[in-house]
């Protein structure tokens, strides 16, 4: 029922059913308006629940919003904001909220007690995980997933500021002003929609005006403040190390994301996060329309709602006498206000019953009576909503996120912050056990003057004057009776289940929360915890302080994983290197492949061709005949100056470098520290004291790592600077018999194979542009690689490509690429994978012992040097099966195809359209003193078993003669 | 005779403008590191001032003059745009071609920046000429405050597309606050 007539309201739906709200108020507000008393059922007993607070400490009213992909589950409906069209969900229930099947588990109830499932289930052993398992994960569960991807949009944010202040109540304000005066930079985040925290939910004044007017004033103030930056609708999830801080902020904005993660980074934080009140455990305390006494004024005073027509009210201390007055005042009917406490002033136009305790409820899908006991015995009173306060708990969690343990305080029966926590933060407010409004406001302002003042700047504290009462309370945990004695709402714990966790010596804290499940999960003990401690305590004949609490984990509310991980989906993972090529590549239609973050083609469809075969092959023959071109920027290029330039290269290469003549590109081989093979490539010498050094695509960074490493710690005396130049330049290979007559054609100055012979290298004007040229091969052809500025690469790729296919060649992908280069036996890292040697790969001679190199000393070991190590062969088929298969294993011909029979391994294949057979590359022990045998080739994933005759890896031109021709 | 056409790394990328922030495309003609020889870095500071009229900068700062600017790059690196002649004082590699470099600028630019970056960019902190190597995303780029509310930003230029995408998606999450 509505206690005013909005000016505007718009219609959702609640399980299909219209429901008329105001625009972003709470969900549940306009449900409670609607009378829609029954919003949820409960975990386990699917139990009738319906609204019991208004914040984020909801332990009952979880709904899903959305359809299909977009669905949220478990979201809660006191703080999810109406809006047009919204859509939303009762969940765990079936088929319907009001008839729900599972609802079978409350009459079972008593066989389901905490610890039942572990007894009962526990035989056969195989049957938990196949069949107790999941069936009683379908009966107990709160929403799911939709299964699809999730196209909502997240983000992800950094912020910092000089000091964090978490909660926007009496206290966050006032410190928020004390410190925005001073100029500290300052970020006021408060999880609500508006800020203000109880005074936009009592009726109090403070400085002389309504609580709300106060709050609009001192926000105005806040807003025009440049050093001060307001977060609404952002609730502090977590306290780390060195002053950060996750915040999750709902956003509201068209278009735009859903959630934003925040990391903020504070030098000072301020936790004003304000109290939750907690529930009395007394008999079936859970009906529909029994609420918190605090949930029932935020809705009266705040949203104008009415969360019954005759109200009564249970309590332990003076604040849930407010409810009775604000609801007077408001209109509403009060039936009674009960009071556990026997020395009380109360008074008002309404039953009043003091000393006396609710001891039943009836009403299945919302509340119609209770019962009270009193002096004068028992009372049914007809009731459709009871609020009920069993006192306040400070908000500590933050300060136990670093393992802090809050301390009790026996005068407010309550936790309160240890100080010095979480280090840089302090608690002010009812977080600190302070609660009158007077209290809020001056300790606010206090602890801001101080943490200000601490951080350099002059803060003057003024206060303005408010309500100073004293909080009153007289512990009342549980009431006996008939009936469950709810803790744990959300998780459906009850009082007889604490009790079992002591009984059967599960008396640590943590041990019963394991036991019962008491405060897990999403609640993780906003409400229940104090209550459950004390029946803990009363059972094992324990104090509080004693019994201690549960350790209080992040986050604080939970946080979709959407929203940490995002930006994280897709091609969100990594970013995207493109060649200067890329555009003309994709729009020859080249299927992409990625090499580490760079895009490459794998070959380059031409018309008719319906296989990747097909265009491999005729790419592979326009090197070997005519002439191919293939971008190769992706290689690694780091320029190498200085006065030792040369000795680094000695000191990182295992052979010399130092000896090669300006103009000329050598070969060269790295290996690690531990004497296996890093990485291969070559160096070009373009002046005495310049070289430029190719790495492979994978290795790239590696290298460059490796170089900076080496400068900077293992030989600090080296003179010579590294500078990576990958992205200056665009790189293309040319290459077949032809590739010389094609360059002369884009080249300013014709070259002939004397001024240009294999491996020489130098600057040429290519179309007019500065570039460099290096004869070297990849191919085993006569082959060249063209280098420009990386702005002219484009053009200069369609420019070869042109020129390519008037002499009868044209582009070529990385398939045409990795067969031509098994066909000469040039290793990649499918070889030099990590765990092969210098002498694993035929190349133990260039292992040069006139100087000493990184690794050399560790690739002398004598267990590297075996001859019988697998050493690098090549293999074509010679049986009925003409597969080949990288990653299949070698064993003697007859021997079992078993690993204590291995033999090898195979690394890379192909199809040679060249010498028209398949080829392998591998390692086979003791491999190159066995050309001419046989083996056997058994994939044991793929199923293929081939026999294979062991040969030279060169399988074409092992002379080289076509490179230098 | 055949001619090159010069393609810059943002083209076809931008100009972009979301909200109150513009992404502009800043078109370097000659950018050279410059890594100063072991003992060199006074000779190379003077001789840079000689002949552009600015040298080297402290870490974590950018300093132009006229057309010319020298900004700290990394450990013992300096990247130089301008024409500059070191030989035998530092090595002086060419980067015209290496970098996509883009300027953000608005009244919201601090806030698209922290979706992306996770230094601290406040300006009383982060000043004018202030330049920092850091992330945006996942990729590793040089971040200088040329203005109020304005920042120029360097990436591999193999990453152009990346980076502008990821600022536009930034751009959009914070124009989105503003438009409800």
């Known amino acids: ?49 319906g609204i019991m607070s208004a914040g984020s400490e909801e332990q009952n009213a979880l709904v899903t ?79 799911g997933l939709s299964g699809q991807t999730n196209p909502d949009q997240y983000e992800k944010a950094f912020g910092f500021c000089d000091i964090l202040i978490v909660g926007a109540g009496p206290a966050g304000l006032m410190a928020a002003r004390t410190a925005g005066r001073a100029g500290a930079d300052v970020v006021l985040a408060d999880e609500d929609t508006a800020m203000g925290g109880r005074l936009l939910r009592e009726v109090e004044e403070v400085d002389g005006t309504a609580g709300t007017e106060w709050v609009a004033t001192v926000l105005d103030e806040l807003a025009a403040m440049d050093n001060v930056r307001l977060m609404t609708r952002t609730t ?25 993660f925040w990391r903020i980074v504070a030098k000072r934080t301020i936790l004003c996060a304000g109290a939750l009140e907690r529930p009395i455990a007394f008999p079936n305390n859970e009906r529909p329309g029994i609420m918190m006494a605090s949930a029932v004024r935020s809705y009266v005073n705040r949203w104008g709602v009415a969360p019954g027509k005759a109200v009564t009210i249970f309590g332990n201390n003076d604040d849930a006498h407010r409810t009775a007055h604000d609801l007077v005042a408001a209109g509403v009917k009060v039936a009674a206000l009960i009071d556990s406490r026997d020395d009380v002033e109360a008074t008002g136009d309404f039953p009043i019953y003091t000393g006396a305790r609710v001891v039943a409820t009836k009403g299945r899908h919302a509340l119609e009576a209770i019962t009270v006991s ?19 708990n400070p908000t500590v969690h933050l300060t136990c996120h670093m393992n802090g343990r809050p301390a009790w305080r026996e005068d407010i029966a309550s936790f309160v912050p240890t100080p010095d926590s979480i280090p840089g933060m302090v608690a002010a407010g009812a977080c600190n056990g302070t609660f009158s409004t007077a209290a809020c406001l001056n300790e606010g302002a206090q602890v801001a003057a101080e943490v200000a003042g601490g951080l350099g700047l002059e803060p003057r504290v003024t206060v303005p004057a ?19 004695k709810w803790i744990d709402f959300q998780n459906d714990v009850h009082v007889k289940d604490i009790k079992l966790a002591a009984q059967e010596n599960f008396r640590s804290v943590e041990h019963m929360k394991r036991y019962t499940t008491q405060g897990m999960a999403p609640d993780q003990g906003k409400s229940s915890n104090v209550v459950a401690l004390a029946v803990l305590a009363d059972a094992t004949g324990r104090g509080i302080p004693e019994t201690g609490t549960t350790t209080f984990r992040p986050p604080y509310v939970p946080v979709p994983i959407a929203a940490m991980g995002a930006g994280s989906q897709g091609k969100g993972f990594a970013p995207e290197r493109l060649t200067t090529s890329h555009k003309v590549t994709v729009a020859q239609a080249a299927p992409m492949i990625e090499a580490g973050l760079w895009y490459r083609p794998s070959y380059f469809p031409k018309p008719g061709e319906t296989h990747w075969r097909q265009s491999c092959d005729r790419e592979v023959g326009f090197v070997r005949n005519a002439v191919g071109v293939c971008d190769v920027s992706t290689l690694g290029k780091i320029d190498i100056q200085g006065p030792d330039a040369a000795a680094l290269l000695d000191f990182v290469y295992a052979n010399t470098f130092s000896t090669l003549k300006r103009g000329k590109v050598r070969y060269g081989l790295m290996l690690r520290e531990d004497g296996h093979v890093m990485d291969d490539g070559t160096t070009a010498r373009l002046g005495d004291q310049h070289f430029v050094m190719t790495t492979t695509t994978a290795a790239a960074g590696l290298v460059m790592r490796h170089l900076e490493f080496v400068l900077q710690v293992l030989r600090p005396d080296l003179d010579a600077r590294v500078m990576s130049v990958t992205e200056q330049w665009a790189q293309f290979a040319v290459a077949g018999p032809k590739a010389r007559a094609l360059l002369n054609t884009v080249l300013d100055r014709e070259i002939t194979n004397d001024d240009w012979p294999f491996m020489a290298c130098g600057p040429v004007g290519v179309a007019g542009v500065a570039g460099r040229l290096f004869r070297i091969s990849f191919s085993g052809e006569h082959a060249y690689e063209v280098a420009v500025p990386a702005r002219f690469g484009e053009s200069l790729f369609r420019l070869l490509v042109t020129q390519a296919e008037m002499l009868g060649g044209g582009a070529y992908g990385m398939e045409a690429l990795n067969v031509l280069r098994i066909e000469k036996g ?34 002398r070991r004598p267990g590297l040097l075996d ?6 062969v090549g293999l074509k088929p010679v049986g009925a099966v003409k597969q080949l298969t990288a990653g299949a294993h070698l064993f003697e011909q007859r021997a079992e195809a078993v690993r204590a029979n291995g033999q090898g391994y195979v690394t890379s294949v192909c199809y040679s359209p060249t010498l028209q057979t398949n080829l392998g590359l591998a390692f086979l022990k003791g491999g190159r003193a066995r050309h001419g045998e046989v083996v056997q080739m058994v994939d044991h994933l793929r199923g293929i078993t081939a026999q294979v005759t062991v040969c030279d890896p060169v399988f074409f031109d092992p002379d080289g003669g076509r490179a230098r021709g | 005779m055949v001619r090159l056409l010069a393609i810059t790394p943002c083209a076809g990328l931008l100009p972009l403008d979301v909200g109150n922030v513009s992404l502009r495309e800043v078109v370097v003609d000659r950018m050279v590191s410059v890594a100063p020889f072991v003992g060199q870095e006074k000779a190379v500071s003077a001789a840079l001032k000689d002949q552009i009229g600015v040298g080297l900068a402290p870490k974590n700062r950018a300093m132009a003059k006229g057309g010319a600017g020298v900004q700290w790059f990394g450990h013992g690196i300096w990247l130089v745009r301008g024409q500059v002649a070191l030989e035998g004082l530092a090595a002086v590699t060419d980067q015209s071609d290496a970098w996509a470099v883009i300027r953000i600028q608005g009244a919201a630019v601090e806030d698209v920046l922290a979706r992306l970056v996770p230094i601290d960019l406040r300006a009383e902190g982060f000043k004018k000429g202030h330049t920092a190597r850091t992330m945006l995303g996942h990729m590793s780029v040089a971040i200088t405050r040329v203005g109020g509310q304005a920042f120029e930003i360097m990436a591999m230029r193999s990453m152009a597309g990346t980076l502008v995408h990821e600022l536009e998606v930034a751009m959009r999450g914070v124009a989105a606050r503003s438009n409800f």
């Open chain 1, 867 to 872: 001859e019988d190590r697998e050493q690098l």
């Open chain 1, 1 to 49: 029922m509505r206690l005013r007539t909005p000016e505007h309201m718009v219609t959702f739906t609640f399980d299909g059913k219209p429901v008329q709200g105001i625009p972003g108020e709470p969900v549940a507000a306009a449900l409670l308006a609607h009378g829609q008393k029954l919003v949820a059922r409960s975990f386990k007993y699917h139990r009738p629940r």
């Open chain 1, 466 to 484: 408010a309500e100073d009462r004293t909080y009153r309370i007289m512990p009342l945990w549980a009431v006996p009776g008939k009936g469950r």
């Open chain 1, 65 to 143: 919003v959305g359809r299909g992909a977009q669905t949220e589950p478990n979201v809660r409906a006191t703080i999810l904001e109406v809006s047009e069209g919204l859509e939303v969900f009762s969940q765990n229930a079936w088929p319907s909220l009001k008839y729900d099947m599972m609802a079978v588990n409350d009459l079972i109830a008593p066989f389901l007690g905490a610890g039942f499932y572990y007894k009962t289930f526990m035989w056969p052993k195989a049957f938990w995980e196949k069949l107790y398992e999941p069936v009683i994960r379908r009966a107990a569960g709160l929403g």
């Open chain 1, 236 to 260: 502090v999830t977590g306290a780390y190390d060195q002053g950060t801080y996750a915040a999750l902020e709902r956003v509201v904005g068209k278009d735009g994301p859903l959630e934003c």
């Open chain 1, 826 to 859: 040039f290793i990649t890292h499918a070889e030099i994978h990590g765990r092969t040697t210098a002498l694993d790969i035929g190349m133990d001679r260039m292992v040069s012992l006139k100087k000493d190199c990184v690794g050399q000393a560790a690739s």
């Open chain 1, 374 to 392: 009193h002096d004068g015995g028992t009372r049914d009173i007809r009731t459709d909503c009871l609020a009920m306060s069993g006192g306040w």
